[in-house]
């Protein structure tokens, strides 16, 4: 098993610019979370699918931000414009209902 | 007052010895608890589930106080390798998960 598979691992970009960060979760998981990580605000849930539908998106920080779910083997989540106060840690998750969620490896975005 | 509250530490413990986190959570109805471990620049892993009956894997073991709404996690005969953030996480239904910020445990020898 693959686990959850994220990319890119890092993204350095300059403020303005439209980042995609994409997410493959775990087959046959019918749930997918995305999270944002800083030292300052610590695990934050973004957005939740189920099923490929967002679920509850009130996490999202504002109008930047943007994801969808395509289908049930891929997530991205876009910003767009980047500001500096975007960088963190960026992680997905996936689980079958009921279970534990598995963690990608997250993306490391800086934004300067 | 936030939903999940743990002590960040950093709890500095040496090598072989017993520590105890707790997590305290505001909602009664929670449904579902969990800790994580978190290593540096890594992503959270599950730990284990607590259950009600309280549950023991090997040196870690995991308690369930409804009536003072707290969870808990010892760690006996604690190794290097168990430095890390573990995270107390609580499921207050469906899919909603609140994660603690963590607590950090550094281990030395």
């Known amino acids: 098993d693959a686990g959850v598979i994220q990319s890119p691992r890092h993204e350095v970009t300059e403020m303005g610019q439209e980042v995609t960060l994409r997410c493959k979760p775990i087959s046959g998981h019918n749930s997918l979370f995305w999270y944002r990580q800083t030292m300052m605000r610590g695990l934050e849930l973004l957005i939740y699918?189920?099923?490929?539908?967002?679920?509850?998106d009130s996490g999202m920080p504002e109008d930047r931000f943007s994801a969808k779910m395509p289908n049930a083997s891929f997530s991205t989540l876009k910003i767009q414009p980047s500001e500096p106060r975007d960088s963190a840690v960026y992680f997905c998750a996936s689980r079958e209902q009921g279970h534990e969620q598995y963690f990608g490896p997250g993306t490391r975005l800086t934004v300067t | 007052r936030k939903e999940v509250e743990q002590d960040p530490g950093p709890f500095n413990v040496p090598e072989g010895a017993t520590v105890a986190f707790n997590c305290t959570y505001s909602?009664?109805?929670?449904?579902?608890f969990f800790w994580y471990r978190q290593d540096c620049r890594k992503e959270p892993k599950l730990l284990m589930s607590v259950y009600s009956s309280g549950n023991e894997d090997g040196r870690f073991t995991a308690q369930l106080n409804r009536a003072s709404q707290y969870i808990s996690l010892l760690i006996r005969d604690s190794k290097l390798s168990d430095s890390a953030t573990y995270l107390c996480v609580v499921n207050k239904g469906n899919y909603q998960l609140i994660w603690g910020a963590g607590t950090k445990l550094i281990i030395k020898p």
């Open positions: 909602n009664s109805a929670s449904q579902s």
């Open positions: 699918f189920n099923n490929n539908v967002p679920i509850d």
